[in-house]
């Protein structure tokens, strides 16, 4: 029965850690086409990495230097990344581009990202296996660069 018992749960172990491996990979990969849809204006990218039901919002400096709210949503996103392509304004290409996978769970994970705009928190859904952004909380702009 030891005998038996022990490679069974060894596999189910592994079969766990491999699992959450992978899902660690594919939040990672929503994350970044989050970032390089916005950065390339790929609205494939920000399409396949956000939910329609998006609700991200954050804070910036005004013209008076104090801090406004503004949010955007899933439709908005596309447009802007329809505008950076369209009329050509990418990132340049020493913009902050980091990605750190914090927390992933079976079902939900968060991420922060660096960007050239600020930097934002993630919250992400699995929904039928493809992990999806479903919130965002972000400020802008960046005091100092910490992954």
Request: a positive charge; charged letters at 20%; aromatic letters at 12%.
């Amino acid at each position: 029965m030891k005998k038996i018992l022990f490679p069974l749960l060894l596999c189910g172990f592994l079969t766990s850690t491999l699992a959450q491996a992978s899902d660690s990979l594919l939040v990672h990969r929503a994350a970044l086409d989050y970032l390089e849809g916005f950065y390339e204006g790929d609205t494939l990218k920000l399409q396949r990495s956000l939910s329609p039901e998006l609700y991200k919002y954050g804070y910036y400096k005004g013209k008076a230097g104090e801090y406004e709210g503004s949010q955007m949503t899933y439709a908005e996103a596309i447009g802007f990344a329809r505008n950076v392509l369209e009329k050509k304004r990418f990132a340049s290409p020493d913009a902050p581009k980091l990605v750190s996978v914090l927390e992933v769970q079976e079902q939900v994970a968060c991420v922060k990202v660096v960007a050239w705009w600020g930097m934002d928190y993630l919250l992400l859904a699995k929904h039928g296996g493809t992990w999806r952004i479903e919130q965002v909380i972000w400020q802008g702009p960046l005091k100092t660069v910490k992954p």
